[in-house]
């Protein structure tokens, strides 16, 4: 079983920026759907951005849109998300993950994919 690698995470002060990457090996992921999610304590996993296969599409959880960007380079297996105007809520841990199927519509639900990397730590300090 191959499974993503997340990192680009840290601590940054509220309005600063960080960039993740997710490290997707080759063919079982360059033709699916990928999203971001993310999870604090005590929280649900909670969707912040899909793409998708090909990056022509992407969709936002309204808490990020205009501050978050996904975007995917399908020839180097790797999986973006490029965060600015971080704020305080925004601290969680950050994953990526594919969908199980492939399929051309968006989906939110957590439980629709597979493939979870370990995650990496965001912290935005006030």
């Known amino acids: 079983q191959v499974q993503p690698v997340e990192s680009g995470g840290g601590l940054v002060q509220a309005g600063g920026s960080l960039r993740l990457s997710c490290a997707a090996p080759?063919?079982?992921?360059?033709?699916?759907?990928m999203a971001w999610f993310r999870q604090s304590p005590g929280k649900e996993r909670e969707f912040v951005a899909w793409?998708?296969?090909?990056?022509?599409?992407?969709s936002y959880a309204d808490s990020v849109k205009g501050r978050f960007t996904i975007s995917r380079d399908n020839a180097k297996s790797t999986l973006f998300l490029q965060m600015n105007s971080l704020k305080p809520e925004d601290t969680a841990v950050y994953y990526c993950?594919?969908?199980?199927?492939?399929?051309?519509?968006?989906?939110?639900?957590?439980?629709?994919?597979?493939?979870w990397g370990q995650g990496t730590q965001v912290t935005v300090s006030s």
């Open positions: 793409i998708s296969w090909n990056g022509g599409s992407t």
């Open positions: 993950a594919r969908d199980r199927v492939v399929r051309y519509s968006v989906v939110v639900d957590w439980r629709e994919y597979e493939y």
């Open positions: 080759g063919r079982t992921f360059t033709r699916y759907a």
